[in-house]
């Protein structure tokens, strides 16, 4: 590690950062997504979690274990020296990342990632940010050889509330990345305006 | 760091090696005083007086790699957390050691359940607009 001689008698920016979720099913492109927008490589980062919050689904061959792991990839975007984004994309192959509550609190939007090819897939982040009242929108995202469903065949197969916007997109591109996200930032805004009234059921 | 040689079997399983052993670091401690259960992206910024962190005793290496990470550029603890390879809940104690120490402070992100300004969110959308 390199670490420069600090600059006496300059005080560092100390800049207000911003958090992102990037959620959904396994390999639907959430590290791709986060890696097309972010200015660094997607680090990971990982917490130990206690079992007492582990759903009982599975007990069998657990006994033995207290903790678990669960690891996030997140990327940087700095908006402005004073002004950072970060994105933090849930590893899809790992079933207990909505333990880590802590994560989505105070996030300012997720992403729900979604390959029409197994919308199910993405059930359990839908249902999560739904319950936690957090703004998310859903990107579909454009595999080729996938069937381009229309965004209004999506929106019902996950029975989406009306104000959820769903959009298209493709992760390995920066462009259509670059407005997922400023979607989510204009749907927060949406909901915080509409006086964060919760989705109707 | 226990005297008896039974230790290796019970620290070095297989399940429970490498995600606890971080934690005798920590000496332990999963919470901290100071910490105000830190959130990932609160930032940690280098007190002035926290030049020569090396000199102090009773820190740790990993203390005085966070005071240096965080000297030139102030560092997320989820940055910290990736750059020293150590889990989140120990880079939050060591971090509130610092704070206690007052080598470092932390800055707090947007309080949870509240959104941003208004014009906070216009500056992100205009940012992203530009990159
Ligand atoms: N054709 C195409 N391939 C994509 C797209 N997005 C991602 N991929 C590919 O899909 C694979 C999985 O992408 P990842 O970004 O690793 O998916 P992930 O959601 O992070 O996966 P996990 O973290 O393992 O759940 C990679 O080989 C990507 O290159 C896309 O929009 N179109
Ligand atoms: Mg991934």
């Given at each position: 590690m390199i670490f420069g001689r600090p600059e006496r008698g300059t005080t560092p920016v100390e800049p207000v950062t911003l958090k992102i979720l990037v959620a959904g099913g396994f390999g639907v492109g959430k590290t791709t997504l986060v890696g097309a927008v972010s200015e660094i490589k997607p680090l990971r980062t990982e917490e130990l979690l206690s079992e007492a919050g582990r759903p009982v689904d599975d007990t069998r061959g657990v006994e033995t274990k207290n903790t678990t792991t669960v690891a996030m990839d997140f990327g940087r975007i700095t908006l402005r020296e004073d002004l950072v984004l970060y994105l933090f994309g849930t590893p899809g192959q790992d079933r207990f990342w909505f333990l880590w509550d802590?994560?989505?609190?105070?996030?300012?939007?997720?992403?729900?990632?979604?390959?029409?090819?197994?919308?199910?897939?993405?059930?359990?982040?839908?249902?999560?940010?739904?319950?936690?009242?957090?703004?998310?929108?859903?990107?579909?995202?454009?595999?080729?050889?996938?069937?381009?469903?229309?965004?209004e065949t999506v929106r019902?197969?996950?029975?989406?509330?009306?104000?959820?916007?769903?959009?298209?997109?493709?992760?390995?591109?920066?462009?259509?990345?670059?407005?997922?996200?400023?979607?989510?930032?204009?749907?927060?805004?949406?909901?915080?305006?509409?006086?964060?009234?919760?989705?109707?059921? | 760091m226990s005297a008896d040689g039974q230790e290796s079997a019970h620290f070095f399983d297989a399940d429970a090696g490498p995600v606890v052993r971080p934690y005798a670091m920590t000496r332990g401690r999963t919470t901290s005083p100071a910490q105000h259960r830190l959130d990932l992206i609160a930032v940690v910024v280098a007190e002035?007086?926290?030049?020569?962190?090396?000199?102090?005793?009773?820190?740790?290496?990993?203390?005085?790699?966070?005071?240096?990470?965080?000297?030139?550029?102030?560092?997320?603890?989820?940055e910290l957390a990736a750059e020293l390879d150590l889990p989140i809940g120990v880079v939050r104690v060591l971090i509130g050691d610092l704070v206690t120490a007052e080598l470092v402070h932390v800055t707090r992100p947007v309080p949870p359940a509240e959104l941003p300004d208004e014009s906070i969110l216009r500056d992100v959308i205009d940012g992203l607009r530009a990159l």
């Open positions: 802590e994560l989505a609190t105070g996030a300012l939007g997720a992403v729900v990632l979604a390959d029409t090819r197994r919308l199910e897939d993405c059930f359990a982040a839908v249902d999560y940010f739904e319950r936690r009242a957090i703004p998310f929108v859903v990107g579909v995202n454009c595999f080729d050889g996938a069937d381009r469903y229309p965004a019902q197969a996950l029975d989406l509330d009306a104000s959820v916007p769903v959009v298209l997109c493709d992760a390995r591109e920066r462009e259509t990345v670059k407005h997922v996200l400023i979607d989510v930032v204009e749907h927060a805004m949406a909901v915080a305006a509409a006086g964060r009234v919760p989705a109707s059921t | 002035s007086r926290a030049h020569d962190p090396g000199a102090d005793q009773t820190l740790s290496p990993e203390h005085v790699d966070i005071v240096a990470l965080c000297r030139d550029t102030p560092q997320s603890v989820a």
